[in-house]
């Protein structure tokens, strides 16, 4: 026989919800002719049991305990007679004096109290067995003291020696263990009752039973090996229990098991070898030598069976530690038998899929293992005899076997990074498993193989349309798998991993091939269970409250079973190369916030996933850490598609949008705040910049998420000379469109600059920048943050230091620069005149720059200059005395850029207003020449090559208001 396999993890073909059926139950059914023998017993048997009055009846004959084991048999399927007696406190009280009195006469060695026990050990196991109320049968065990007298009871039996010499002892043994087993196969020990001890119960219990069972299995009385029996299957039930427990008791458990009794595992090592002699003294005490060969056959079977329970599972709960354990005893000189035994009945129908689970398990925590299988041409040849159906394995096992051996063979080449020769010789074999399997695990497991083999070095010959219907086979298809993939592999790590092959050699025909067959939408839907995102609407929503993220409802971790963090890095760089290769099928899927894309992208930037996958076991390509930062660059280079291809405006509209439902600026950037250095910014708020830049409606959300999470030190740590200069310079222009965009967020932009001391360091250090393009940005932020309203002249005034600076940048070398610094000067005069004695000494500069190559640093040198005169006459003498007039005269009359002469004119405009400048303009006969000026100033508009400066500012401005502003300036001049 072989052991209960673990209940198997399900996984449902994806559909537009992405929800995964639930875990089977563990319940036994029944086949319906047996259901039906039952039902006509149960309606005898209740007829006897209603005969009995509880509260009167001694309960003492046979025939009445006959009666309550008839009656609580888990085959009745009729729980009538389980609940009465459950709910009966009379009865309870009674059967435990019982147990207690005949127990006492047992261990007295008296026949008596054999007999008056053994019935009610089958009536307390028949009712644990019907697993009918937890509360009810957990009760009844405190009532019954089991398991601690059950334990108590066989522990004495067994160092009992005259007692066990008694032909009746075996038989109360074996039913004392049949109760132990029917107690670790109940359900409370899976699911605590609340407000009580259960857990700490069934933990102390578990503990206490691998104490004894070394006696039990090797009990020198059991010559027909029957209470061996009853010890291995109670060991496999109560494996069975660890296995589906959810607390740290597993861990535990199997701890102690290896530090404190390895004599347990010992015990199970060595009967995987048949004991010699064990056959002539079997055929002894059985009837015939043909029994007595099937019971050694029947006890390996169960041992190796136990043996794969006690180590093979798919959660690391402990077991890691005893599959370390027995595989250094397997390995060890002295068992080198044992272990040819065990490879020797991989051909064995009856012992194939336990041998496999052991050596599947072993292989995974040994290199040495691997070796040494696969050197050996037998063990080998038996595994692919198994996948050329030459092996008959029983239908209920064939699927696993098959599986497992899938996965065995992968676990041999991740393990020694090569591929055995007999396993590359039938690649051909594997392939046609992939592409025919109507199994889908099975061709999931063989995809690992496959792409293993393939980065290996073995040629994997199959046809494009062959792989990816297998994949589309496999995706849709695939509900449950009976076996855990090896070493933290996912289900769809193989496959992912030949469809990365697959694009990344194709061209466009292949890519578009891949996305039109169905396959590229049914990843992103798996992606979607992985994540347990349960409906489409539901998306990571950030919190502007707080740095937690809404995630409603909570989902639990990620399904690493299913796709790996290694399976998931491949699935986004899979995910990267068709983007690039077919942009314009792909970027409209960024584009609407309950797309199974953007689910999944704004998911994977949660705080809660990644947090999940930081905690994931790492392997010998990355670490967690790695993984992390690698999944959040790549998240991010899927959102910078729209913006670096040619994508219309409603899709670009659409995907604006998009971006703010789901909130990824601030996710952008509280996860770059926690996860990247800062040499790893660049793309995420080069991101951020691009999206700000292009919607004003994130600007609300990029500001209160930096100020309510506290971020304020992170972005100005961007604005220091440690940050790249590309992010420094992104994170500037995200300033400037704040300031440029309203006032409202004037003092969040001045914690952002004010430096620790609040002496505006911060401002200044990155006018002092050693980069161009920072200290351009910079400038355009000052003069952004100062065109609103004064409210920045008071920082101005009191740090003189900012504008001296600011000032000498007008004499940068970089045009940039210089155009910027001029904007800034231009507004530091706008609103009124108390910044005009520090800069008044700009003047000379400014006219200068009306000679610059660049048109806007011209035009924004002319609207300085008028604003200098603006608000009174204190700077009109340097002005005069700089020619000021004179030079904006000239603009307006000669520049070959509308924008300059319109801002020269508008500048004209303004000193009109101070008599000395007015009476220089008059001296100059300004009211003539633009008088001149108006009538030919459409022709003057065209840039001709004689022009002095052919510059285009990019601003197509009318030359009519360039007229308007001359005619409006000759009314005032006259």
Not at 61 to 76: C, G, K, L
Not at 173 to 194: H, M, P, Q, R, W
Not at 266 to 287: C, F, N, Q, W, Y
Not at 668 to 678: A, D, N, T
Request: proline share 4%; glycine share 4%; aromatic share 4%.
């Amino acid at each position: 026989m072989t052991g209960k396999p673990l209940a198997r993890a399900s996984l449902s073909p994806p559909d537009q919800t992405g929800s995964a059926m639930t875990m089977p139950g563990r319940r036994t059914l029944l086949h319906r002719r047996q259901l039906q023998q039952l039902r006509r017993r149960t309606r005898r048997q209740k007829k006897s049991f209603e005969n009995v009055n509880l509260e009167s009846e001694e309960l003492d004959s046979d025939d009445e305990w006959q009666q309550f084991i008839e009656a609580t048999e888990p085959s009745n399927m009729q729980l009538t007679a389980p609940m009465t007696l459950l709910q009966d406190e009379h009865f309870a009280s009674r059967i435990s004096a019982r147990l207690q009195a005949s127990g006492q006469q047992v261990l007295e060695g008296m026949l008596e109290g054999a007999s008056r026990l053994r019935p009610v050990l089958r009536v307390i196991c028949n009712l644990l067995a019907t697993k009918c109320d937890n509360e009810l049968l957990y009760k009844l065990c405190q009532q019954m003291e089991v398991p601690s007298y059950t334990l108590h009871l066989t522990k004495q039996l067994l160092e009992k020696t005259n007692i066990k010499k008694l032909p009746w002892c075996l038989q109360v043994l074996g039913d004392l263990v049949s109760l132990l087993t029917a107690y670790f196969s109940s359900d409370f020990n899976i699911s605590e009752i609340k407000g009580t001890k259960s857990f700490e119960v069934f933990e102390k219990s578990a503990l206490s039973f691998v104490e004894i069972l070394p006696l039990v299995i090797k009990e020198p009385t059991d010559h027909n090996l029957k209470l061996r029996e009853h010890g291995l299957m109670c060991l496999m039930f109560l494996c069975d229990s660890m296995d589906h427990n959810q607390t740290d008791i597993p861990r535990r458990f199997y701890s102690r098991l290896v530090d404190q009794n390895r004599a347990v595992l010992d015990s199970l090592v060595a009967m995987t070898r048949i004991e010699p002699g064990l056959l002539r003294k079997l055929e002894i005490v059985l009837p015939s030598p043909a029994e007595a060969s099937a019971r050694v056959e029947q006890m390996f079977t169960m041992t190796t069976s136990v043996l794969a329970s006690m180590i093979h599972t798919g959660k690391d709960n402990g077991k890691k530690m005893v599959a370390s354990y027995i595989t250094d005893q397997l390995l060890s000189s002295h068992n080198e038998y044992i272990l040819k035994e065990l490879m020797e009945r991989i051909i064995d129908p009856n012992n194939c899929v336990s041998v496999i689970k052991v050596l599947y398990t072993t292989s995974q925590v040994s290199r040495k293992m691997c070796r040494l299988v696969t050197s050996q041409e037998r063990p080998m040849s038996a595994l692919l005899a198994i996948l050329e159906g030459q092996v008959p394995l029983e239908e209920s096992v064939l699927l696993q076997g098959f599986e497992m051996t899938l996965q065995l063979l992968s676990v041999f080449l991740l393990q020694l990074n090569k591929v055995p020769k007999v396993l590359a010789e039938a690649s051909g074999l594997i392939v046609d498993i992939y592409v025919q399997s109507q199994v889908p695990s099975h061709g999931a497991a063989a995809a690992l193989l496959l792409s293993q083999m393939s980065n290996y070095g073995v040629e994997i010959e199959m046809q494009i349309d062959e792989v990816l219907m297998a994949c589309r086979h496999v995706l849709s298809e695939l509900s449950e798998v009976t076996v855990p993939c090896p070493l933290q592999h996912g289900i769809l790590d193989g496959m992912l991993e030949l469809l990365l092959q697959l694009v990344h050699e194709g061209d466009v025909s292949v890519v578009r091939l891949f996305i039109e067959c169905g396959v590229w939408n049914l990843l992103w839907h798996r992606l979607v269970q992985v994540l347990h995102i349960n409906s489409q609407t539901e998306m990571a929503v950030y919190d502007v409250e707080g740095e937690e993220k809404i995630l409603s409802p909570r989902r639990p971790p990620p399904d690493w079973s299913a796709m790996s963090p290694s399976g998931l890095m491949v699935m986004m760089q899979l995910g990267t190369i068709v983007f690039t290769k077919e942009p314009h099928q792909c970027v409209p899927l960024l584009a609407s916030a309950d797309s199974v894309v953007v689910l999944c992208l704004a998911t994977m930037l949660s705080d809660f996933f990644l947090a999940e996958l930081a905690q994931s076991p790492g392997d010998e390509d990355s670490s967690p850490s790695e993984r992390v930062i690698d999944l959040i660059l790549q998240v991010t280079q899927l959102f910078c598609f729209p913006f670096a291809v040619d994508t219309n405006d409603t899709i670009l509209s659409e995907t604006l949008r998009c971006v703010r439902e789901v909130q990824l600026v601030p996710q952008l950037l509280l996860v770059s705040r926690r996860y990247l250095k800062l040499h790893l910014l660049e793309m995420p708020i080069g991101l951020v910049s691009r999206l700000i830049l292009g919607d004003t409606q994130l600007i609300p959300q990029f500001v209160i998420m930096v100020q309510n999470t506290e971020s304020t030190g992170f972005l100005v740590q961007l604005l220091s000379s440690e940050a790249p200069v590309a992010v420094t310079a992104d994170v500037l222009s995200v300033c400037c469109h704040i300031a440029r965009n309203s006032a409202d967020h004037m003092a969040f932009l001045k914690t952002l600059l004010v430096g620790q001391k609040g002496d505006y360091s911060t401002l200044l250090s990155l006018l002092n920048h050693t980069s161009p393009v920072v200290q351009s940005r910079a400038c355009s932020l000052m003069g952004n943050l100062l065109r609103h309203s004064d409210d920045f002249y008071k920082v101005l005034k009191a740090r003189k230091q900012l504008v001296e600076r600011l000032l000498t940048l007008l004499k940068d070398n970089d045009t940039n620069v210089r155009k910027c610094a001029c904007l800034a000067v231009g507004n530091a005069a706008h609103h009124n005149g108390t910044l005009y004695s520090i800069l008044g000494t700009a003047v000379p500069q400014l006219v200068s720059l009306l000679n610059d190559n660049l048109a806007r640093t011209r035009a924004n040198a002319a609207a300085a200059l008028g604003n200098l005169s603006r608000h009174s006459s204190t700077l009109c003498v340097p002005l005069i005395k700089n020619k000021a007039p004179h030079r904006l005269l000239e603009a307006v009359l000669h520049d070959s850029q509308v924008t300059v002469q319109e801002s020269a004119a508008m500048s004209l405009r303004t000193m009109c207003h101070r008599r000395e400048l007015k009476e220089v303009l008059v001296s100059l006969k300004a009211p003539d020449k633009l008088s001149s000026m108006s009538q030919g100033a459409r022709t003057s508009t065209v840039s001709t090559p004689g022009s002095r400066y052919s510059v285009s500012s990019g601003s197509h401005r009318s030359a009519t208001a360039v007229a308007q502003h001359c005619l409006k300036l000759q009314r005032l001049l006259t």
